[in-house]
């Protein structure tokens, strides 16, 4: 398993192309330096009003697959 942490910090109006499906991958940088690509519809279950803030783990296979996220 891979694990990858990072903060997110996104407004209502940056995530909005994220939730229309506009764009549908999001390009962050780990705490470690790494930068890792997921998709974007894990994000849906943590957008508040306030948009997508928090620290996030994302963790998958060795292959890159079955991707989850949780928050910290």
């Known amino acids: ?3 990858f942490a990072f903060r997110l910090d996104l407004s209502p109006e940056r995530y909005l192309p994220y939730y229309q499906g506009s764009i549908r991958q999001v390009l962050v940088r780990c705490e470690d330096g790494r930068t890792v690509q ?4 894990l ?3 943590f957008v508040t ?3 997508i803030r928090g620290d996030f783990v994302l963790t998958c296979d060795d292959q890159n697959k079955g991707a989850s996220l949780r928050r910290r």
């Open 1 to 3: 398993m891979q694990r």
């Open 38 to 41: 997921f998709p974007a519809a």
């Open 43 to 45: 994000l849906i279950a």
């Open 49 to 51: 009003p306030e948009g």
